[in-house]
């Protein structure tokens, strides 16, 4: 028989966890990034935690789109149902060693993620979304502890996170326009994690993303109870070759009218 969503989201768990093992293994360490053809920073940790994470998803026969194959030129037929893969999800944060950096996985059905993970080795914090609900969990010894709740927060003042290596000065203009909200600059998909427990509600973003970048956390986020749009009030799409497996400007938020109103004030900043 094949595998039940659960074992999946197992697989994917250990996946996660020995990766982030073997990044922190190389953080500890003195190590040298390079850069890739789009000019991004990778180094030995993107690549030796994504063999990782192939060798663990690779009894289940599911199509794997991950972000160093793609630089690499390797893009598997994705089909209805495939895996989207970030070994290392905020390089940048890696080399500055500042500990916003997460592994992604994300299970992908019908061109929507059905299933996500994330895992933070620097701060020992892991997260997992998938129909049965949003949990967090601690990480101790590369082992995953007791599963708690998590959902988004409530009605409240607009409290933003923003990346914190990919500055946009139409974020500004966006600020004063919403009263110059609490603002936050936080590294990786993190961000979307900090939604999903309600520490935040509201992460907009002008520049593109790739597909790899939001998968994990948008499952996390909306079986937390959360939603991302494009600001054009559209669903993300993933498995999307035709557009190199980017995102347009997007807003993630704690809820749809918040979602909803900032794609509007978005679209008219331009």
Not at 9 to 32: N, P, S
Not at 180 to 185: E, I
Request: glycine share 8%; hydrophobic share 40%.
């Amino acid at each position: 028989m094949p595998p039940d969503q659960q074992q999946i989201l197992d697989i994917m768990e250990a996946a996660a966890l020995a990766a982030g093992t073997a990044i922190l293994d190389i953080y500890r360490q003195q190590f040298t990034p390079r850069c890739k053809a789009d000019g991004t920073p990778v180094t030995l940790a993107d690549e030796t935690a994504e063999k990782i994470i192939l060798n663990h998803l690779a009894p289940l026969n599911i199509p794997v789109l991950a972000e160093e194959c793609v630089a690499n030129g390797i893009i598997p037929k994705l089909g209805n149902r495939f895996f989207v893969v970030d070994p290392l999800d905020g390089t940048k944060e890696f080399v500055k060693k500042n500990g916003e950096f997460t592994v992604n996985i994300a299970l992908i059905e019908n061109n929507r993620p059905v299933c996500g993970i994330i895992t933070v080795p620097g701060l020992n914090k892991g997260y997992l979304g998938s129909p049965k609900g949003a949990f967090c969990f601690d990480i101790k010894e590369g082992k995953s502890g007791k599963k708690a709740t998590i959902s988004v927060a409530g009605a409240g003042p607009i409290k933003m996170v923003v990346s914190r290596s990919h500055a946009d000065p139409r974020l500004r203009v966006l600020r004063e326009k919403l009263g110059n909200p609490t603002c936050k600059n936080v590294g990786s998909s993190l961000k979307l994690c900090m939604l999903a427990t309600g520490q935040a509600n509201l992460y907009p973003r002008f520049s593109p993303t790739c597909e790899w970048d939001m998968a994990a956390g948008e499952a996390i986020l909306e079986a937390a109870g959360g939603i991302v749009l494009s600001t054009e009030h559209t669903p993300l799409e993933y498995g999307k070759i035709s557009h190199n497996f980017r995102h347009p400007p997007l807003v993630a938020a704690a809820n749809p009218r918040l979602a909803l109103d900032i794609c509007n004030i978005m679209s008219e900043i331009g």
